[in-house]
């Protein structure tokens, strides 16, 4: 329309239009019409609104044409919206899934997470309270020992005063609540630190210890005999220490003293010294002490000093010993008429002479002597050994001896290194066993010949280290008195002996009392209880009758 605007500009005439397309068309002119137009003019005119005319009927065609496929796109359009809305909510709906999931895994692994940390945490709140209880508790035990302890010797508290002026009450009136008086020094306390103790009252430098005489300060004593002691001092008095490392013995798991005693020499020792291999005298059995040296035999075994005082050690020196043994089968009217010869030999020299030998009952785990019927060659000792260095016997002299049988008897074997009253309690009963079989006392029970060999063992210990009438009593109904006077001649040949050479002879006659082993043990208790009721001389006779006891 632009061409239209500028004919209409190119006129002198001004005028508006109103109204709308298809409507009537009326143009208001100022002064002038169309009639007065030129032809030119109105050509124009005409051209431009035939030209006007066409066009708007072309747009008006070309509205109308379009009407239907803006439907469509409005179809169109509102369709994908749709779908655009509903992959908008879909996604939309995916992603608030998908937040929520997350969200409730995060949720549920934080909650875990604040779980174990908070069940930690009161875990260790829980122990924590619990080490924190039991140490106020023990603060608190601690402390109402402490305060209890304080109250009871700080207490100041003054006596009542009378209106006499005195402090307390004549005697023999009581005393009021607050007067104390010291059970030691027996005087007033009054004023300042006491103690009370054992049911009394104290200065606290009158409390003395009964061992050492110096205050106890501390906050616990102990008491024997009422009487108070520091409890180092009572350890030291009280406290059992072991004999062999003379270390106070130890409580066991409950807390008790538990320790092992020689039931004769009641030498107190620590468990565990009966597991260590401590060393024991081959003689009396007491255990080696770490502070004495025990003398080592050249066959491994130990003897105490004390025991080496009085021992045996080779044939030549043992054969005094021998005669007085023979002299006390005499006096009891069984003397043996062979010579038989007695060889003192070491442990293994024994043991092989065990092996040959075929009759006899053996006193195990140890034999210490040996009656043989069979001819052997047995090694003996010559000469006594010397003590060398290290408590170790040297220059031991041994030689080969022939048995030669010319009776029921070749020889008497003892087991060297022993003091004089075991050697001689061991001739005793190997002299026994020959006069047995020298008598035809053949095929006896090990309880009746090891019995009745025990209990001449036995009495000739008595005989040596008890009073005669011992003997006598045993030997009562007996036409013979000449035992007594045997055991009195033959004991007054030994001089004096030393208060431990008693002990042991005590000892070995314990060991024969108090033997567990059925031959040895439960067979002396019965043949010397036949021996105490019959005699010797019946209870023999009614042995070689019947082969037993008399009961």
Not at 186 to 203: A, V
Request: glycine residues 6%; hydrophobic residues 30%.
């Amino acid at each position: 329309m632009g061409w239209l605007t500028k004919i209409l500009k190119g006129s002198s005439h001004r005028g508006q239009y109103h109204g709308r397309y298809g409507e009537e068309r009326i143009w208001n002119e100022p002064r002038n019409s169309v009639d007065e137009l030129t032809d030119t003019e109105r050509e124009e005119l005409d051209y431009v609104i035939a030209m006007s005319l066409s066009e708007e009927e072309l747009k008006g065609k070309k509205v109308i044409g379009e009407e239907p496929q803006s439907d469509e796109d409005e179809h169109l359009a509102r369709a994908r919206s749709n779908e655009d809305e509903h992959l908008t909510r879909a996604h939309s709906e995916e992603d608030e899934h998908l937040t929520r999931a997350h969200s409730r895994a995060h949720s549920e692994e934080e909650e875990h997470l604040t779980r174990a940390h908070s069940e930690e945490e009161e875990h260790l709140t829980k122990a924590q309270l619990e080490e924190d209880e039991h140490l106020t508790k023990a603060q608190l035990e601690e402390d109402e020992q402490l305060a209890k302890a304080i109250q009871e010797s700080l207490n100041v508290e003054s006596p009542p005063r009378y209106d006499s002026g005195n402090i307390f009450q004549p005697y023999p009136f009581l005393f009021p609540s607050g007067y104390r008086i010291c059970a030691r020094c027996n005087t007033e306390i009054g004023h300042g630190r006491y103690l009370s103790c054992m049911d009394s009252f104290w200065h606290p430098e009158c409390f003395l210890c009964h061992a050492c005489n110096l205050p106890i300060d501390e906050h616990e004593y102990s008491v024997s005999g009422n009487r108070p002691y520091h409890k180092s001092c009572y350890k030291e008095l009280h406290h059992p220490r072991c004999d062999v490392c003379k270390n106070f013995i130890p409580t066991n798991s409950e807390g008790l003293i538990e320790y092992r005693a020689h039931p004769f020499w009641k030498q107190k020792y620590c468990p565990s010294h009966e597991r260590d291999r401590t060393p024991r005298c081959c003689s009396c059995e007491r255990m080696e002490p770490r502070d004495a040296k025990y003398l080592l035999l050249d066959d491994g075994r130990k003897l105490c000093l004390e025991c080496l005082d009085s021992s045996v050690m080779d044939t030549h020196e043992c054969q005094p010993l021998y005669l007085e043994i023979q002299e006390y089968y005499e006096g009891l009217n069984m003397k043996v008429e062979q010579q038989i010869p007695m060889l003192l030999v070491e442990r293994q020299a024994l043991n092989e002479a065990i092996e040959g030998e075929k009759n006899g009952h053996h006193h195990l785990p140890e034999t210490r002597g040996l009656c043989l019927s069979e001819e052997q060659t047995v090694t003996t000792i010559l000469r006594r050994p010397k003590i060398g260095a290290g408590y170790r016997m040297i220059d031991m002299i041994t030689e080969p001896y022939k048995l030669i049988r010319r009776c029921e008897v070749t020889a008497i074997l003892v087991l060297y290194g022993l003091p004089r009253l075991l050697t001689g309690s061991i001739l005793a009963h190997e002299m026994m066993h020959a006069w047995l079989r020298l008598k035809g006392y053949n095929n006896l029970r090990p309880e009746v010949e090891e019995g009745i060999c025990q209990v001449l063992a036995h009495m000739w210990l008595e005989a040596e280290i008890l009073v005669p009438s011992v003997t006598d009593i045993a030997l009562a109904p007996s036409s013979s008195s000449s035992p007594s006077s045997s055991s009195s001649t033959s004991s007054s040949k030994k001089g004096k002996r030393s208060d431990f050479e008693k002990k042991l002879g005590e000892f070995f006659i314990h060991q024969i009392e108090s033997d567990p082993s059925p031959a040895y043990g439960d067979g002396f208790r019965t043949g010397n209880q036949a021996v105490l009721k019959y005699g010797l001389r019946t209870t023999l006779e009614h042995i070689r009758l019947t082969g037993s006891f008399p009961l």
